[in-house]
């Protein structure tokens, strides 16, 4: 069974066009005080990511922003957080906030979500970490995505071990309690992490 300390948790630096999705950003900064789990984040102050920091330090819990020195100035860094580190790149700004967590989880967010959460699942699937990953599916955001994946399975493109892999909820305790028995499957490792 996982030991969750710490949730990384992936969302836009924009509001979106829903109140839902900041919402669900409140809903699921209270799950992870409520579990006493910190939130390790990309360290801007706006959008649905300044959402889920302000509320996980108001309800008193713990909150760790990891922001590249490039956009440290772009995306209003987070002046209030239990701890921040400011890395060299992108590149270093990932591997920190993946060493830092015990599981993933995407927020609605664009692009940029995408790719950081695609990159830790692709690297459960590759047996870089045994961590859980998970998109919180709020108001539907990530439904065409989530139909796209069962259908590069379908088409053989993605097997199924690979597919369970990234788990799928609307509710952030529901997510949570599977994060918490979540046993993870075997898979071949295909590479070192130092071979990258």
């Given amino acids: 069974m996982a030991s969750i300390n710490s949730i990384c948790i992936y969302c836009g ?8 999705y900041a919402s669900a950003a409140v ?24 959402v889920v920091a302000d509320q996980v330090l108001k309800l008193g819990g713990e909150v760790v922003g990891v922001i590249p020195k490039a956009l440290s100035h772009k ?26 967590s015990d599981g993933f989880i995407a927020l609605p967010g664009g692009i940029g979500t995408l790719e950081e959460l695609f990159e830790m699942w692709t690297w459960a699937q590759l047996g870089f ?10 108001q539907g955001y990530y439904d065409s995505l989530i139909q796209f994946l069962d259908h590069a399975l379908a088409e053989q493109f993605v097997k199924q071990d690979t597919r ?10 529901a997510l949570l309690n599977r ?9 071949q490792q295909w590479l070192n992490k130092d071979d990258t």
């Fill in 179 to 187: 994060y918490l028995n979540y046993q993870p499957p075997a898979v």
């Fill in 27 to 50: 809903a699921l900064a209270e799950a992870l005080v409520s579990r006493n789990i910190r939130l390790v984040y990309g360290g801007a102050s706006i959008g649905i990511m300044g």
């Fill in 75 to 100: 995306e209003i860094v987070h002046q209030h957080l239990t701890e921040l580190y400011i890395t060299e790149s992108m590149h270093e700004r990932k591997m920190q906030m993946a060493e830092l």
């Fill in 164 to 173: 369970a892999l990234l788990m799928v909820e609307n509710n952030p305790d």
């Fill in 129 to 138: 970490h045994q961590k859980p990953c998970g998109l919180l599916n709020v």
């Fill in 13 to 20: 630096s924009s509001d979106g066009r829903l109140e839902a």
